[in-house]
């Protein structure tokens, strides 16, 4: 167990260590000059050589990434040649945002669809089972962006029961108001994952239903509830904490679609943003951030795994 | 790793049921409209330009943000353009980028994944190895950032958005292959002398196929998809060039005069999604792919 912990963390280190590199290479390799974008495409050579100097972009790339990630190593991202923030600020304010929009998102998703499989999963083909069913099929071919544009139309411009765009209050501020206004993008990202859970836990819980040791629990008299919640369900568990692992890394990602069609200043504003005013070390941080916190989420999904069932680290 | 991708998203589906055979007629139509509907966006975009639509990107200032009418089935947007036209020339896009990219991210990731299954050793190893760190990256953000720096031109989207699909491509094609490559047919062919060219596009190959069709339908969905995510974002194709997801975006400024706006590109978008994961989900049933391998 042991030794199966310390390779996985070798490799960890290993992934990070490369997903650096390529977000490193990636922003320097891509055309754009920050010169140009922070002196103005009218300013002389020699005030964009000094300035280069300055910024430590006339060195080689190699030393300036090791120079990069030796800061990174200690905390610092650097900071914003435009806005001059740190860009450990930047994300210390924007990712909570995030957070709360996932966890609401969660909460709510899991809430709905377990509840919904389970009842869908005891008479398959029955007639709320082929509702859901066929419901979560064409859901899956709703992307989060169409529901927010509908969603407004409906609850924001002709109901007023949610806030409209640019309405963000922040938490600290006015911890009702900021609920108000994060309910609808939270719900627009829930639907997502309720169709990942759903499908996937209807299906599990099928498949378990048809198994011996449920033949066994119902002969020996035990009810119905009984049997699906403490036999049934928690083999699904496993697969449940799967992809949920996947897809919250999946919604630091889909929730930047949302955050910046309601300019919730979560990080995919944020990184929008930076991305616009070509902004190297901001856009090189918030991306290394989100790739970090998406590979170590993955890491301790895994790990979770071999808890529950050790069978997997002896492979 | 390998334990979490059992759990594919899109395990079950609606064929997923044990089905009484009434039903699975039932499902076959539904399948055969999906395909004349996927054909039928195919020609409209194709010929487009010969059917007496109106212009897609000029339009009739006289006449901005009207509701449907019969010179306009659709409404026009807030430039008087017509919004049926711009929706069947906004098809174009999608169709080059969604297929264009899964075309090349099954050329590069399906030839790579063929290859290491059936070689294994160093070359499966390091090639491997690579998917996982580029699958350990957001996808969406790294596609964001590259087309953000790049620049958004319809071809440079289709070819970022394609490598950025490559490894999980890679990952699915590997999958399938490592099933069928150390089969007696395959030992077979090599005591036969074949060249490994051969096995790999006369034996493998048709074997890997199914799965790669199916996947290619649901990847396709998937890139539409993420085409309209960076149209929101203002990186997809720029204006004024229509594609479903620039129309949506576009439309957010005048939901409350003008919601039509909204609603047609989306159904569009909607409706040609669920038709390609129909088929892909049918096809992937009934070639009974073993998802629990990948």
């Known amino acids: 167990m042991a030794k199966f912990l310390l390779k996985r963390l070798l490799a960890l280190v290993g992934i990070l260590f490369l997903v650096s590199l390529g977000i490193f290479m990636l922003v320097h390799l891509l055309p754009g000059d920050p010169t140009t974008t922070i002196l103005g495409p009218n300013d002389t050579a020699h005030n964009r050589a000094v300035l280069m100097q300055q910024l430590g972009l006339n060195k080689p790339i190699w030393t300036q990434y090791f120079l990069w990630l030796g800061n990174v190593l200690h905390g610092n991202l650097g900071q914003s040649f435009i806005t001059h923030q740190t860009v450990t600020s930047t994300l210390a304010n924007a990712f909570p945002i995030d957070l709360e929009l996932i966890v609401i998102s969660q909460i709510v998703a899991l809430g709905v669809a377990i509840p919904l499989a389970i009842a869908s999963a005891k008479k398959p083909n029955g007639l709320l089972d082929r509702v859901s069913t066929t419901t979560s099929f064409a859901m899956l071919a709703l992307p989060p962006f169409i529901i927010i544009v509908f969603a407004v139309l409906i609850f924001s411009i002709h109901f007023h029961v949610f806030p409209g765009p640019g309405s963000y209050v922040p938490f600290t501020q006015n911890p009702i108001s900021n609920l108000h206004t994060m309910i609808l993008p939270s719900l627009v990202l829930a639907i997502g994952s309720v169709v990942i859970y759903f499908r996937l836990l209807r299906g599990d819980l099928i498949t378990t239903l048809q198994e011996e040791f449920i033949v066994m629990a119902r002969s020996k008299g035990l009810s119905n509830r009984y049997i699906m919640w403490r036999h049934a369900l928690r083999p699904s568990s496993l697969s449940l904490l799967a992809a949920a692992g996947l897809n919250i890394g999946g919604l630091v990602a889909g929730a930047f679609v949302v955050e910046f069609l309601l300019a919730i200043p979560g990080l995919g504003y944020a990184l929008v943003n930076s991305i616009q005013q070509v902004d190297y070390l901001a856009v090189q941080g918030i991306t290394l951030f989100v790739a970090v916190v998406v590979v170590v989420l993955n890491f301790i999904i895994d790990f979770l795994f071999t808890i529950v069932d050790p069978r997997i680290a002896r492979e | ?294």
């Not at chain 2, 989207?157 to 490559?181: D, F, N, Q």
């Not at chain 2, 005591?191 to 006369?202: M, N, S, V, Y």
């Not at chain 2, 890139?223 to 309209?228: D, K, N, R, T, Y």
């Not at chain 2, 005069?257 to 609603?263: K, T, V």
């Open chain 2, 1 to 294: 790793m390998s334990s979490t991708t059992d759990a594919a998203p899109t395990s079950e589906s609606l064929a997923g049921t044990p089905a009484a055979p009434k039903e699975k007629s039932a499902l076959g139509k539904i399948f055969w409209i999906s395909i004349i509907w996927i054909g039928l966006v195919f020609l409209l975009a194709i010929v487009a330009s010969w059917i007496g639509l109106d212009d897609p990107n000029n339009g009739n200032f006289a006449l901005i943000n009207s509701s449907p009418s019969w010179s306009h089935p659709f409404g026009t947007d807030d430039l008087g353009r017509d919004i049926l036209s711009r929706v069947i020339y906004g098809a174009r896009v999608s169709l080059i980028v969604g297929f264009g990219a899964m075309a090349i991210g099954m050329g590069l990731g399906g030839t790579l994944g063929m290859i290491a299954a059936y070689r294994r050793g160093a070359v499966d190893t390091l090639v491997s190895a690579a998917s996982y760190v580029m699958l350990a990256f957001p996808a969406l953000v790294a596609v964001i950032a590259i087309v953000a720096f790049w620049g958004h031109d319809i071809w440079k989207i289709t070819i970022i958005v394609g490598i950025a699909s490559t490894p999980l491509v890679y990952r699915v094609v590997r999958a399938a292959t490592l099933s069928y490559a150390t089969r007696e047919f395959v030992t077979a062919a090599k005591a036969q002398g074949a060249t490994d060219t051969r096995i790999l596009t006369r034996e493998l190959l048709p074997n890997v196929l199914p799965t790669i069709i199916s996947y290619f339908l649901i990847g396709v969905a998937t890139v539409i998809i993420l085409e309209g995510a960076l149209a929101f974002l203002g990186l997809s194709v720029p204006a004024p060039t229509a594609s479903w997801g620039n129309m949506i975006n576009e439309s957010r400024t005048y939901l409350s005069d003008n919601p039509w706006l909204a609603l047609f590109p989306s159904m569009a978008m909607f409706l040609f999604l669920i038709a390609l994961n129909l088929v892909g989900d049918v096809l992937r049933q009934s070639f009974d792919v073993q998802e629990s391998k990948l």
